[in-house]
Protein backbone atom coordinates (compact mmCIF):
# COMPACT_ATOMS: atom_id res chain seq x y z
CA UNK A 1 0.00 0.00 0.00
CA UNK A 2 1.00 3.34 -0.70
CA UNK A 3 2.09 5.23 2.22
CA UNK A 4 2.60 9.01 3.27
CA UNK A 5 5.03 10.97 5.61
CA UNK A 6 3.72 13.63 7.71
CA UNK A 7 5.68 16.02 10.11
CA UNK A 8 4.33 14.59 13.49
CA UNK A 9 3.75 18.61 14.48
CA UNK A 10 3.75 21.98 13.34
CA UNK A 11 2.90 25.56 14.66
CA UNK A 12 1.27 28.82 13.20
CA UNK A 13 0.40 32.33 13.80
CA UNK A 14 -3.70 32.82 14.00
CA UNK A 15 -4.45 35.09 10.58
CA UNK A 16 -1.04 33.77 9.10
CA UNK A 17 -1.28 31.11 5.73
CA UNK A 18 -0.23 27.22 6.79
CA UNK A 19 1.59 24.46 4.54
CA UNK A 20 0.94 21.87 5.37
CA UNK A 21 3.19 19.14 3.82
CA UNK A 22 2.81 15.29 2.89
CA UNK A 23 5.15 13.30 0.99
CA UNK A 24 3.83 9.84 -0.66
CA UNK A 25 6.51 9.12 -3.24
CA UNK A 26 5.48 5.49 -3.80
CA UNK A 27 1.81 6.93 -5.51
CA UNK A 28 0.20 5.22 -8.10
CA UNK A 29 -1.12 6.24 -10.98
CA UNK A 30 -4.96 5.46 -9.51
CA UNK A 31 -4.18 6.96 -5.86
CA UNK A 32 -6.27 9.73 -4.59
CA UNK A 33 -4.69 12.32 -2.56
CA UNK A 34 -7.73 12.93 0.76
CA UNK A 35 -6.92 15.08 3.63
CA UNK A 36 -9.07 14.80 6.60
CA UNK A 37 -8.66 16.69 10.21
CA UNK A 38 -9.60 16.07 13.38
CA UNK A 39 -10.38 18.52 15.97
CA UNK A 40 -10.30 17.61 19.76
CA UNK A 41 -12.87 15.35 21.28
CA UNK A 42 -14.32 15.01 17.11
CA UNK A 43 -14.28 12.53 14.68
CA UNK A 44 -12.46 13.15 11.40
CA UNK A 45 -13.71 15.67 8.76
CA UNK A 46 -13.53 15.71 5.15
CA UNK A 47 -11.08 18.48 4.12
CA UNK A 48 -10.11 18.08 0.22
CA UNK A 49 -8.70 15.86 -2.18
CA UNK A 50 -7.49 15.75 -5.64
CA UNK A 51 -6.04 13.22 -8.23
CA UNK A 52 -3.36 15.68 -10.43
CA UNK A 53 -4.38 19.29 -10.31
CA UNK A 54 -4.29 21.55 -7.70
CA UNK A 55 -7.98 22.07 -5.98
CA UNK A 56 -9.48 24.43 -4.27
CA UNK A 57 -12.47 24.58 -1.83
CA UNK A 58 -13.74 27.32 0.78
CA UNK A 59 -11.45 25.59 3.61
CA UNK A 60 -8.33 24.91 2.07
CA UNK A 61 -6.72 24.35 -1.10
CA UNK A 62 -4.20 21.48 -2.07
CA UNK A 63 -1.26 21.97 -4.29
CA UNK A 64 0.04 18.71 -5.77
CA UNK A 65 3.64 18.07 -7.39
CA UNK A 66 3.70 17.87 -11.18
CA UNK A 67 5.23 14.19 -10.25
CA UNK A 68 2.77 13.71 -7.55
CA UNK A 69 5.80 12.39 -4.92
CA UNK A 70 4.66 15.25 -2.31
CA UNK A 71 1.27 17.42 -1.73
CA UNK A 72 0.90 20.66 -0.09
CA UNK A 73 -2.54 21.19 1.92
CA UNK A 74 -2.80 25.36 2.03
CA UNK A 75 -4.83 27.31 5.05
CA UNK A 76 -4.80 30.77 3.83
CA UNK A 77 -5.68 32.23 7.02
CA UNK A 78 -5.19 29.99 10.39
CA UNK A 79 -7.99 30.00 12.92
CA UNK A 80 -8.01 28.87 16.47
CA UNK A 81 -10.36 26.54 15.15
CA UNK A 82 -7.94 25.10 12.55
CA UNK A 83 -6.24 23.84 15.26
CA UNK A 84 -6.05 19.51 14.45
CA UNK A 85 -4.70 16.93 13.49
CA UNK A 86 -4.13 17.04 9.50
CA UNK A 87 -4.03 13.58 7.93
CA UNK A 88 -3.29 12.90 4.24
CA UNK A 89 -4.44 9.61 3.15
CA UNK A 90 -3.67 7.83 -0.21
CA UNK A 91 -6.99 6.53 -1.40
CA UNK A 92 -6.62 4.19 -3.79
CA UNK A 93 -9.58 3.27 -7.08
CA UNK A 94 -7.68 -0.33 -7.99
CA UNK A 95 -9.68 -3.74 -7.11
CA UNK A 96 -7.96 -4.52 -4.23
CA UNK A 97 -9.46 -5.48 -0.61
CA UNK A 98 -8.32 -2.12 0.99
CA UNK A 99 -9.76 -0.24 -2.67
CA UNK A 100 -11.34 2.76 -1.52
CA UNK A 101 -10.75 2.61 1.98
CA UNK A 102 -9.62 5.56 4.23
CA UNK A 103 -6.16 4.23 5.95
CA UNK A 104 -4.93 7.07 8.43
CA UNK A 105 -1.22 7.52 9.47
CA UNK A 106 -0.24 9.85 12.96
CA UNK A 107 -1.20 13.24 10.87
CA UNK A 108 0.42 16.45 11.48
CA UNK A 109 -0.80 18.20 14.88
CA UNK A 110 -1.03 22.04 14.02
CA UNK A 111 -1.14 24.45 16.97
CA UNK A 112 -2.65 27.75 16.10
CA UNK A 113 -0.97 30.46 18.13
CA UNK A 114 -3.23 33.56 19.31
CA UNK B 1 -28.84 16.87 7.80
CA UNK B 2 -28.54 15.00 11.26
CA UNK B 3 -24.86 13.78 11.10
CA UNK B 4 -23.94 10.51 12.33
CA UNK B 5 -25.15 9.83 15.86
CA UNK B 6 -23.31 7.04 18.02
CA UNK B 7 -23.81 6.21 21.81
CA UNK B 8 -22.99 5.97 24.52
CA UNK B 9 -19.88 8.88 24.37
CA UNK B 10 -17.81 7.52 26.99
CA UNK B 11 -18.03 4.43 28.63
CA UNK B 12 -15.58 2.73 31.79
CA UNK B 13 -15.85 -0.99 32.31
CA UNK B 14 -13.35 -2.92 34.06
CA UNK B 15 -11.59 -6.42 31.65
CA UNK B 16 -13.38 -9.45 30.68
CA UNK B 17 -16.70 -6.87 30.97
CA UNK B 18 -18.69 -6.54 27.99
CA UNK B 19 -19.17 -3.82 26.43
CA UNK B 20 -21.73 -2.31 23.17
CA UNK B 21 -21.24 0.85 21.07
CA UNK B 22 -24.49 2.17 18.60
CA UNK B 23 -24.32 3.73 15.54
CA UNK B 24 -26.84 5.39 13.29
CA UNK B 25 -25.90 6.34 9.81
CA UNK B 26 -26.84 9.25 7.72
CA UNK B 27 -29.87 8.52 6.42
CA UNK B 28 -29.31 6.74 2.26
CA UNK B 29 -26.23 5.88 3.59
CA UNK B 30 -25.32 2.29 2.30
CA UNK B 31 -21.65 1.93 3.53
CA UNK B 32 -21.06 2.29 7.44
CA UNK B 33 -17.09 1.81 8.42
CA UNK B 34 -16.15 1.13 12.41
CA UNK B 35 -12.99 2.56 13.36
CA UNK B 36 -10.70 2.15 16.67
CA UNK B 37 -8.61 5.35 18.00
CA UNK B 38 -5.88 4.80 19.98
CA UNK B 39 -4.56 7.44 22.03
CA UNK B 40 -2.31 9.18 20.09
CA UNK B 41 -2.24 7.31 16.79
CA UNK B 42 -5.25 7.46 13.72
CA UNK B 43 -7.65 5.77 13.52
CA UNK B 44 -7.74 2.20 12.31
CA UNK B 45 -10.22 0.52 10.23
CA UNK B 46 -12.29 -2.58 12.25
CA UNK B 47 -14.82 -3.48 9.49
CA UNK B 48 -16.47 -1.85 6.74
CA UNK B 49 -20.62 -2.81 6.03
CA UNK B 50 -22.03 -2.27 2.65
CA UNK B 51 -25.88 -2.49 3.00
CA UNK B 52 -25.86 -5.38 5.85
CA UNK B 53 -23.01 -6.78 3.87
CA UNK B 54 -19.30 -7.07 5.55
CA UNK B 55 -16.94 -5.76 2.46
CA UNK B 56 -14.04 -6.21 4.98
CA UNK B 57 -13.19 -7.23 8.42
CA UNK B 58 -9.89 -8.44 8.42
CA UNK B 59 -8.60 -5.97 10.43
CA UNK B 60 -11.44 -7.05 13.40
CA UNK B 61 -9.98 -9.15 16.21
CA UNK B 62 -13.10 -12.04 15.77
CA UNK B 63 -12.34 -13.30 18.93
CA UNK B 64 -13.63 -11.02 21.03
CA UNK B 65 -15.02 -7.84 18.59
CA UNK B 66 -18.35 -8.83 16.84
CA UNK B 67 -20.78 -6.05 14.66
CA UNK B 68 -23.80 -6.13 13.06
CA UNK B 69 -25.68 -4.18 10.99
CA UNK B 70 -29.19 -5.13 10.66
CA UNK B 71 -31.89 -4.16 7.96
CA UNK B 72 -28.54 -2.06 6.43
CA UNK B 73 -29.30 0.81 8.35
CA UNK B 74 -28.13 0.91 12.44
CA UNK B 75 -24.61 -1.11 13.36
CA UNK B 76 -23.92 -2.57 16.79
CA UNK B 77 -19.90 -3.09 17.69
CA UNK B 78 -19.83 -5.61 20.59
CA UNK B 79 -16.52 -6.49 22.87
CA UNK B 80 -16.43 -9.62 24.90
CA UNK B 81 -14.44 -9.68 26.95
CA UNK B 82 -12.92 -6.81 27.35
CA UNK B 83 -8.78 -6.14 27.44
CA UNK B 84 -7.24 -3.10 28.51
CA UNK B 85 -5.57 -2.75 25.50
CA UNK B 86 -9.27 -2.05 23.88
CA UNK B 87 -8.98 1.46 25.62
CA UNK B 88 -9.47 3.77 22.93
CA UNK B 89 -12.48 5.72 20.96
CA UNK B 90 -14.56 3.93 18.70
CA UNK B 91 -15.72 5.94 15.60
CA UNK B 92 -18.55 5.26 13.33
CA UNK B 93 -18.42 6.83 9.60
CA UNK B 94 -20.87 6.66 6.99
CA UNK B 95 -20.51 7.41 2.80
CA UNK B 96 -23.00 7.18 0.03
CA UNK B 97 -21.44 3.89 -1.52
CA UNK B 98 -18.51 2.18 -0.91
CA UNK B 99 -16.84 1.98 -4.00
CA UNK B 100 -16.22 5.72 -5.03
CA UNK B 101 -12.99 6.90 -4.75
CA UNK B 102 -13.69 10.50 -3.87
CA UNK B 103 -16.72 9.96 -1.31
CA UNK B 104 -16.69 11.78 1.22
CA UNK B 105 -16.79 9.52 5.13
CA UNK B 106 -19.00 11.40 7.79
CA UNK B 107 -17.63 11.04 10.58
CA UNK B 108 -19.23 10.41 14.36
CA UNK B 109 -18.13 12.26 17.39
CA UNK B 110 -17.15 8.60 18.79
CA UNK B 111 -17.53 6.49 21.90
CA UNK B 112 -14.47 6.35 24.69
CA UNK B 113 -13.82 3.27 26.42
CA UNK B 114 -12.19 2.93 29.15
CA UNK B 115 -10.77 -0.46 30.35
CA UNK B 116 -9.88 -0.70 33.49
Known amino acids: DAKTTQPNSMESNEEEPVHLPCNHSTISGTDYIHWYRQLPSQGPEYVIH???SNVNNRMASLAIAEDRKSSTLILHRATLRDAAVYYCILRDRGSGAGSYQLTFGKGTKLSVIP | EAGVAQSPRYKIIEKRQSVAFWCNPISGHATLYWYQQILGQGPKLLIQFQNNGVVDDSQLPKDRFSAERLKGVDSTLKIQPAKLEDSAVYLC??????????????FGEGSRLTVL
Open chain 2, 93 to 106: ASSLASRVVTGELF
Open chain 1, 50 to 52: GLT
